[in-house]
C-alpha cells in the first residue's frame, strides 16, 4: 500500500508527535505489514540526523510466542528489551496486525505472568516518558485485519485513518494546534474540579478527581490523538457504570461490561461475553480494580467504533477509564500490571457534572458552542 499521504504522516510523527533530534536513538517498532510508513520513518529519522533502529516482526511473532514460550520465560524479565528502554530516546510504535483475533484462546493465565514479569518495563517506560527523557509515539497502519473489524473495505479504512489524523488537510500540525486550543478550554475548567459525575443508561458514577493534573492529548504520544485525561484520586470513584462498546484486551473482546464502585475499587463486575476473563484481569493484581485513568474523547473526526481503542477511545462525546496503572504525569498514583481502556458512549441519553454544574450533554461540551453535532453510532458489537 502506497500512499503520498504516508510520507507526510512520518514526517509529522518525527517533526511534532515524537520530535527527533541529531544523535536520538530512535526504535521503530511493527509488523512487516506497515514497512510502507517505517521505510519513510528510516527515511525521516535519518534526515533529522538520528539513528533508527527498525524492529519488525512478523505478524504471526506473539502467536507462537504464546504458543511455545515455557513458563520459565513467560515468568523472566526480558534484560535486552529492558536495557532497550533504560538507553533509547524515541520510540515510534506502529500497530499493524494481519489477525487482532490471533490470541482469542490464548490462557488468560500465560497473558498475566507475561504481563506481571514485565511491568518493570512499563513502570520504566511510563516514568522516563513522564519524565520527558523518552520521546513516543503510537499510531495504526491500514491492514485488512483492522478493516474488518471496522466493518469496512480497506482503501475506506486507510481514508478513515488518515481523516482521524488530519493527514488530508494541507497543514496537519495546524489543525492539531487548533485541536489542543480547544481541548485546553476544557482543561481550563476540569483543572479546578473536585468531583465528575457522569449519568447515563445504567449509568450513575462519581470519579474524584481534585489535585489531579489533566493533560491535553495534542496528537503526539497517541495519533490520532484527541482526548483529555487524567489520574483520579484512586479511592473516590463510587457507583456504577456500564460501558457501552466491547472492551478488546490481548485479542478477546469483552461486552456488555459493567462495574462497581465502592472507595474506588470494583466491588463488583458483569459481562456478557468473556466474562472470567474480566474477573482474571481484575484479579492480576490489587491496583487492577482501581482507575489509573479517566477521559473525555474530542475528537469529532472519529464518530465510529472501530474496536481498536487507539482511535475508539478518542471518539467525540464520549468518556473512558482505564483499570489499573496510572500515568504519572497525572498525579495518579496507582500501580497494576494493566491499564486497560473501557469507553462509554454518551451521545445518546448522557450527561456529565463538573462539580454540580452541566459539562456535556448527549455528547456536545457546552464550552465548544460552534461544536459539530456528534452522530451516535450503533456499532457496539
Known sequence: MYDARIRKWADILVTYSAPVSAGHEVVIRGTTLAEPLALELVRAVLEREGIPHVRLSPPTTSEYFYRYAPDSVLDRLPELIHLEYQRVDVVIHVLSEDN??????????????????????????????????????LTLFPTPAYAQNAEMGLVEFAEFVFQACFLNEDDPVAHWQAQVDRQQRLIDVLQQAREIHVLGPDTDLRVGVEGRTWINDRGDKNFPGGEVFTGPVEHQVEGHIAFTFPAVHGGREVRDVRLWFEEGRVVRAEAAHNEEFLLQMLDIDEGARYLGEFAFGTNFNIQHFIRNTLFDEKIGGTVHMALGR?????????????????????????????????????GRFLLWEDAPAPASDESTG
Open 100 to 137: 487482532t483475533r490471533a490470541l482469542t484462546n490464548v490462557d488468560p493465565q500465560k497473558t498475566v505472568r507475561l504481563q506481571r514479569a514485565r511491568q518493570p518495563i512499563s513502570e520504566l517506560f511510563m516514568n522516563r516518558a513522564a519524565s520527558g527523557e523518552l520521546l513516543w509515539s
Open 326 to 362: 496510572s500515568y504519572p504525569e497525572t498525579g495518579g498514583r496507582n500501580v497494576s500490571a494493566i491499564h486497560w481502556d473501557l469507553i462509554c458512549d454518551l451521545r445518546r441519553e448522557g450527561e456529565v457534572y463538573v462539580d454540580g454544574e452541566l459539562f456535556m450533554r448527549d
